[in-house]
């Protein structure tokens, strides 16, 4: 089995790269992928009521992508009713994008927000940052219970994202940017092969580049496997311990 923990589709205001539906949902046919959490664009730059709805719609029509929603706790009117929309409506997660919208992870709306996730229990997913936010996820939202997944971690990052793991059993970690030899295998081998989770950030980025690193790590048939699918179905809540 083959699940995308990291996807998109729309319009992006910077570049002229296609991230339509229809590439998308190209590149997943094209590798047999079964399910992929996804998100609107839309949702990130502009409006994430509008944007939530786009993604709801798409993956009713679209049953192998996941449902994944975005909220901007800097607008702060309408975050805490749209959570507890998106929960009840089934979806799969919530995406925060801090460096996209300019705000910190020492962010009190946020931090609040992490509050009611942990409550309706929607796990999180946050990009990995710079060097040290990943530590302040640690230590802000780790207790919390609730499960993270730290998106795009890579080269210059690896040492701190082994120890956060290492720390803090609801983080886990998506692969994409993990483009040197060994690094998934470091990882795997400080906090545990249970914490590594595929994506690819398609069509944003190469899905061939992504899967064939993953492909070419040092793993058994099983820790494979659960880097393919099972990991990411215990993030959400969805598979075995």
Same mark, same amino acid.
């Given at each position: 089995?083959?699940?995308?923990?990291?996807?998109?589709? @729309?319009?992006?205001?910077?570049?002229?790269?296609? !991230?339509? +539906?229809?590439? *998308? #949902? $190209?590149?997943?046919?094209?590798?047999?992928?079964?399910?992929?959490?996804?998100?609107?664009?839309?949702?990130?730059?502009?409006?994430?009521?509008?944007?939530?709805?786009?993604?709801?719609?798409?993956?009713?029509?679209?049953?192998?992508?996941?449902?994944?929603?975005?909220?901007?706790?800097?607008?702060?009117?309408?975050?805490?009713?749209?959570?507890?929309?998106?929960?009840?409506?089934?979806?799969?997660?919530?995406?925060?994008?801090?460096?996209?919208? @300019?705000?910190?992870?020492?962010?009190?709306?946020? !931090?609040? +927000?992490?509050? *009611? #996730? $942990?409550?309706?229990?929607?796990?999180?997913?946050?990009?990995?940052?710079?060097?040290?936010?990943?530590?302040?996820?640690?230590?802000?939202?780790?207790?919390?219970?609730?499960?993270?997944?730290?998106?795009?971690?890579?080269?210059?990052?690896?040492?701190?994202?082994?120890?956060?793991?290492?720390?803090?059993?609801?983080?886990?970690?998506?692969?994409?940017?993990?483009?040197?030899?060994?690094?998934?295998?470091?990882?795997?081998?400080?906090?545990?092969?249970?914490?590594?989770?595929?994506?690819?950030?398609?069509?944003?980025?190469?899905?061939?580049? $992504?899967?064939?690193?993953?492909?070419?790590?040092?793993?058994?048939?099983?820790?494979?496997?659960?880097?393919?699918?099972?990991?990411?179905?215990?993030?959400?809540?969805?598979?075995?311990?």
């Amino acid at each position: 089995m083959l699940i995308d923990a990291n996807t998109c589709f @729309g319009l992006c205001p910077r570049g002229g790269r296609d !991230l339509s +539906l229809a590439t *998308l #949902l $190209a590149v997943l046919r094209r590798h047999e992928v079964d399910q992929a959490l996804a998100y609107s664009l839309r949702g990130v730059e502009y409006d994430f009521l509008s944007g939530n709805e786009e993604t709801r719609r798409v993956c009713q029509e679209h049953p192998q992508l996941l449902p994944v929603a975005t909220v901007h706790p800097g607008r702060h009117v309408h975050c805490r009713d749209e959570i507890l929309r998106v929960a009840d409506e089934g979806f799969a997660a919530v995406r925060f994008f801090p460096d996209v919208q @300019g705000w910190p992870i020492v962010y009190q709306p946020f !931090l609040d +927000l992490c509050e *009611l #996730l $942990a409550e309706v229990g929607l796990p999180i997913i946050l990009p990995a940052g710079p060097p040290g936010q990943q530590t302040v996820i640690g230590e802000r939202v780790g207790p919390l219970g609730i499960n993270v997944l730290l998106i795009g971690s890579g080269y210059g990052t690896n040492a701190e994202t082994a120890s956060v793991l290492a720390r803090w059993p609801s983080l886990y970690t998506e692969s994409h940017m993990y483009d040197t030899p060994g690094t998934l295998e470091y990882v795997g081998e400080v906090a545990g092969f249970d914490r590594l989770v595929f994506g690819s950030n398609s069509p944003d980025r190469s899905f061939e580049a $992504a899967y064939h690193h993953g492909a070419c790590a040092h793993f058994t048939a099983g820790q494979r496997a659960d880097f393919l699918a099972g990991n990411l179905l215990r993030f959400l809540g969805r598979g075995g311990d």
